[in-house]
């Protein structure tokens, strides 16, 4: 949960084909065996489970030990982080296994999939489930998590924000992405689509106050599907990453406890 986000494009989407040499290279297996076993399923290029283990328990019994973490890691990101299909690990996952930069894509299957749903009045989220349970926990207070009885259901029901554990000294590096590119605010390229996120509303949980209502401005929002992008916000989220704005409290101020009326 405190991996950093990295400051290069991540995941987009757009990527080409899936290649062998590369995949074979972060794996440290062979190019050919690589070539022969990507497969489509579901008009979608990957691996499947049962080459990567075979792989794996190889690995494993031969002493090829970066192999076999590489390879464990990859299906971690197909089975846990990035699921689509039983038993295959598709491309999606993949190529975002490849660019060692999952943390935005986390992010954005996370709020695109609560956004989405909020919409529709309806759904299942569709992210990875452990990390949006750990990310909730952390900001509630311990006796919210103990064995007392209650139905939880009402005790967080019952959370005022004064109970909230907002700041959380261990993930703080100083600065924070503020913006990127021709955006005021972070887009998120996820598997199934994108939305932008406003940081501005989170500086609460880095211990800087907001005094006064955000202008609109940075407060907008940009929601799409992948396959009703007619207004090709994909390739301007990628290419907003080339260009990352940081702030840290040189420009934010101040550090305070304090809550103005503004925020609440």
Same mark, same amino acid.
């Given at each position: 949960?405190?991996?950093?986000?990295?400051?290069?494009?991540?995941?987009?989407?757009?990527?080409?084909?899936?290649?062998?040499?590369?995949?074979?290279?972060?794996?440290?297996?062979?190019?050919?065996?690589?070539?022969?076993?990507? #497969?489509? +399923?579901?008009?979608?290029?990957? %691996?499947?489970?049962?080459? =990567? &283990?075979? @792989?794996? $328990? !190889?690995?494993?019994?031969?002493?090829?030990?970066?192999?076999?973490?590489?390879?464990?890691?990859?299906?971690?990101?197909?089975?846990?982080?990035?699921?689509?299909?039983?038993?295959?690990?598709?491309?999606?996952?993949?190529?975002?296994?490849?660019?060692?930069?999952?943390?935005?894509?986390?992010?954005?299957?996370?709020?695109?999939?609560?956004?989405?749903? #909020?919409? +529709?009045?309806?759904?299942?989220? %569709?992210?990875?489930?452990? =990390? &949006?349970? @750990?990310? $909730? !926990?952390?900001?509630?207070?311990?006796?919210?998590?103990?064995?007392?009885?209650?139905?939880?259901?009402?005790?967080?029901?019952?959370?005022?924000?004064?109970?909230?554990?907002?700041?959380?000294?261990?993930?703080?590096?100083?600065?924070?992405?503020?913006?990127?590119?021709?955006?005021?605010?972070?887009?998120?390229?996820?598997?199934?689509?994108?939305?932008?996120?406003?940081?501005?509303?989170?500086?609460?949980?880095?211990?800087?106050?907001?005094?006064? @209502?955000?202008?609109?401005?940075?407060?907008?929002?940009?929601?799409?599907?992948?396959?009703?992008?007619?207004?090709?916000?994909?390739?301007?989220?990628?290419?907003?990453?080339?260009?990352?704005?940081?702030?840290?409290?040189?420009?934010?101020?101040?550090?305070?406890?304090?809550?103005?009326?503004?925020?609440?």
């Amino acid at each position: 949960m405190g991996r950093p986000v990295l400051e290069e494009v991540p995941f987009s989407g757009l990527k080409e084909a899936l290649n062998a040499s590369a995949i074979a290279k972060a794996l440290d297996l062979k190019t050919p065996k690589i070539a022969a076993s990507i #497969t489509p +399923k579901a008009k979608v290029q990957g %691996l499947t489970s049962k080459f =990567l &283990l075979s @792989k794996a $328990y !190889t690995c494993a019994s031969t002493n090829q030990t970066c192999a076999f973490e590489s390879i464990l890691a990859l299906l971690i990101y197909g089975f846990v982080l990035f699921p689509n299909i039983n038993g295959f690990v598709d491309a999606n996952a993949i190529h975002i296994f490849l660019t060692k930069n999952p943390v935005p894509t986390l992010l954005a299957n996370t709020y695109h999939s609560i956004h989405n749903g #909020t919409m +529709k009045q309806d759904g299942t989220i %569709l992210c990875c489930a452990p =990390l &949006l349970y @750990k990310w $909730y !926990t952390m900001h509630l207070p311990q006796s919210y998590l103990s064995k007392e009885k209650g139905v939880y259901s009402e005790k967080i029901m019952a959370l005022t924000p004064a109970e909230i554990v907002w700041y959380i000294s261990a993930y703080d590096s100083g600065t924070i992405i503020d913006s990127c590119g021709e955006f005021n605010n972070e887009p998120f390229i996820g598997v199934h689509g994108g939305i932008n996120y406003n940081p501005i509303l989170s500086r609460r949980q880095f211990k800087y106050p907001v005094k006064g @209502k955000p202008c609109d401005i940075v407060l907008e929002g940009i929601f799409y599907h992948n396959h009703s992008d007619n207004q090709c916000m994909r390739q301007r989220f990628a290419e907003a990453w080339k260009t990352v704005h940081k702030k840290d409290n040189n420009q934010l101020g101040r550090k305070s406890d304090y809550v103005h009326e503004a925020y609440t």
